[in-house]
T-cell receptor
């Protein structure tokens, strides 16, 4: 099947520290890997994405790495701030269907001042 | 350019009734995806549609669930004879294309409660 595993399920860090969330996927046809942030009661919002022809991508305090051989990808948030607190979802494209997404179960990140 | 619109935002149904959820994609988007989110869980893919076509419905239960995206009007996810286990948030997303540039933008969701 097409599974995306995400760890950890909860993560608590102090403001200013880094946070790392890791995901693995099983669909070898996946070639698009977005990360979404969802605040309580709100819609998921795309924060960064990476495509399979790239190993790393960075956008200010957020970076994503991809290892296609090992089928895993990670989200790195540096200099965390309280407003980074939310649930973060990784996803991998369903390669055979025109790129609908399989999502991980989410990581609840809490950044304490 | 309005974002993805969904209505209603909240829907309450009694067991056995029908639920009809609507999704209007962003302007210029012809690809629509429906996902279901159970409390404290991730989003589960249900169905992917283009105008007048169902591309992938492998995530949608075979019984009671159906989806359409007509040439004119919003995409509709229909749940017949709802049961308590159908209570969830249903999100739709839209994208301009499939393939390489396929960023999906999500709507605000419809929260379905089955009494």
């Amino acid at each position: 099947g097409e599974n995306v595993e995400q760890h950890p399920s909860t993560l608590s860090v102090q403001e200013g520290d880094s946070a790392v969330i890791k995901c693995t996927y099983s669909d070898s046809a996946s070639n698009y890997f977005p990360w979404y942030k969802q605040e309580l009661g709100k819609r998921p919002q795309l924060i960064i994405d990476i495509r399979s022809n790239v190993g790393e991508k960075k956008d200010q305090r957020i970076a994503v790495t991809l290892n296609k051989t090992a089928k895993h990808f990670s989200l790195h948030i540096t200099e965390t701030q309280p407003e980074d607190s939310a649930v973060y979802f990784c996803a991998a494209s369903r390669g055979n269907s025109g790129y609908a997404l399989n999502f991980g179960k989410g990581t609840s990140l809490l950044v304490t001042p | 350019n309005a974002g993805v619109m969904q209505n209603p935002r909240h829907l309450v149904r009694r067991r056995g009734q029908e639920a009809r959820l609507r999704c209007s994609p962003m302007k210029g988007h012809s690809h629509v995806y429906w996902y279901r989110q159970l409390p404290e869980e991730g989003l589960k893919f249900m169905v992917y549609l283009q105008k007048e076509n169902i591309i992938d419905e492998s995530g949608m239960p075979k019984e009671r669930f159906s989806a359409e995206f007509p040439k004119e009007g919003p995409s509709i996810l229909r749940i017949q004879q709802v049961v308590r286990g159908d209570s969830a948030a249903y999100f739709c997303a839209s994208s301009a294309t499939s393939g390489y540039y396929n960023e999906q933008f999500f709507g605000p969701g419809t929260r379905l409660t089955v009494l």
